[in-house]
């Protein structure tokens, strides 16, 4: 029996106030870690920052590229998407990605020493000193989350604008596109400099211009994933009971399995050029990847990233049935998990001294701790949203099934 969008915001609401407890148990387990080890504190915290801060950039890309696309499968996650950037309340999991940076910039001596304290007679990095400076980075760190602000606060407005007041004007959907095409180009530079000076910066002797893009690309894969957990969780709730079919499925696995295939095209491509050149700074970085357990996971990666994705996602079946599209959003949250871990925690070792595992209880914790705000306030910008869950009056939205009265009402509340 299908049920109210009254009940399925009551749902949401619920599983915000359960989120928020868990954030909070992993809040206070990164304190007590930074009262007892503040060194493991600041590599965990940012192994947990960039997971979550991966999936809420990778939320921003869907949203542009769906309002330059307007395919359906676009508007079923549309407030899944809002929700996971700026919904235009005062606290936004975006906000509040820009807000939790700040352990990061008061441990930044700790994470970027080698290139934040001294190294003279370092050629490689005194070479790179106008860019790798404290206070361009801070500069450059600003930029960024006024950038995404703006952008995402800016394309709020104008779709609200679209629905509110139902102006369904040319120039007004030609302003949407125009801004999102443009957004989309700087964000996509933006996304790559951030992840420079966030992640790649940890080892500066070692240089990749696509590792940004991977980084991104397994952000985008989990925004997605995680808005199919989403839909087939609210699936028997009005207004999604009277929208969702097989087609709208199927084309949001396709999307997950386009980007599986893209990830390990780039995770690839960065490996072989890399090796191709055999150059000492940049061997560096895989010859930590490549020592004991570190090179277990590479494989793992390997296989459970895209071997097995792809060899499931291929199948038609695993893309129209909800239920197991769903198992493998999940899956795909986990993965990226793994992945995230290989691509940060090693840079805190040493080349021949990484064959253990560089696994700590703080990791969970920042993961957990930073992971259950998000959600808190993903959930809750769904639950309070003024916005019907589904955009009704979007133009581009008809012929699609007729959505519950009770959701349309509140379009002009």
């Not at 890399?274 to 990847?289: D, P, T, V």
């Amino acid at each position: 029996m299908n049920r109210s969008s009254t009940e399925l915001r009551a749902k949401y609401a619920a599983m915000s106030r359960t989120a928020m407890i868990a954030g909070l148990i992993g809040v206070i387990g990164l304190v007590v870690g930074w009262i007892v080890e503040a060194d493991k504190f600041y590599q965990s915290y940012i192994f947990g920052y960039a997971y979550w801060i991966t999936i809420t950039l990778g939320m921003i890309g869907w949203m542009l590229l769906h309002n330059m696309t307007a395919g359906k499968w676009g508007f079923t996650i549309r407030r899944f998407l809002q929700a996971g950037t700026f919904n235009g309340g005062f606290l936004t999991p975006l906000l509040l990605m820009a807000v939790l940076i700040i352990p990061i910039i008061i441990g930044s001596g700790e994470l970027y020493d080698k290139w934040m304290g001294a190294h003279d007679g370092d050629h490689v990095l005194e070479n790179k000193t106008f860019y790798l400076n404290e206070p361009f980075w801070y500069a450059r760190m600003v930029f960024y989350f006024l950038f995404w602000i703006f952008l995402t606060m800016t394309l709020k407005r104008l779709l609200n604008r679209e629905e509110r007041t139902l102006d369904t004007s040319f120039s007004n959907m030609r302003t949407i596109q125009r801004l999102s095409g443009g957004g989309l180009v700087l964000f996509l530079l933006t996304v790559n400099f951030s992840m420079t000076d966030w992640m790649m910066s940890l080892e500066p002797h070692w240089f990749s211009t696509i590792y940004g893009v991977i980084l991104l690309i397994g952000g985008v894969i989990s925004a997605i994933a995680l808005c199919i957990v989403m839909t087939v969780s609210s699936s028997k709730y009005a207004p999604f009971s009277k929208y969702l079919d097989t087609k709208t499925y199927h084309d949001l696995g396709n999307l997950m399995f386009a980007l599986t295939v893209f990830w390990a095209y780039v995770s690839f491509s960065q490996y072989i050029i890399i090796w191709s050149a055999n150059l000492a700074e940049e061997a560096g970085w895989y010859l930590k990847r490549t020592e004991g357990i570190n090179e277990y996971i590479g494989y793992g990666l390997l296989v459970f990233h895209f071997i097995f994705p792809f060899l499931v996602l291929i199948q038609r079946k695993w893309k129209r049935d909800p239920n197991r599209l769903k198992r493998m959003a999940i899956y795909i949250l986990a993965v990226h998990f793994i992945d995230i871990f290989w691509q940060i925690k090693p840079a805190f070792q040493r080349v021949g001294e990484a064959s253990g595992l560089n696994i700590h209880w703080l990791d969970f914790a920042a993961v957990l701790g930073i992971g259950g705000l998000w959600l808190w306030l993903f959930l809750g910008g769904l639950a309070n949203m003024k916005e019907p869950l589904l955009p009704a009056h979007d133009p581009r939205m008809k012929g699609a099934k007729p959505i519950a009265d009770e959701d349309l009402a509140t379009v002009n509340a």
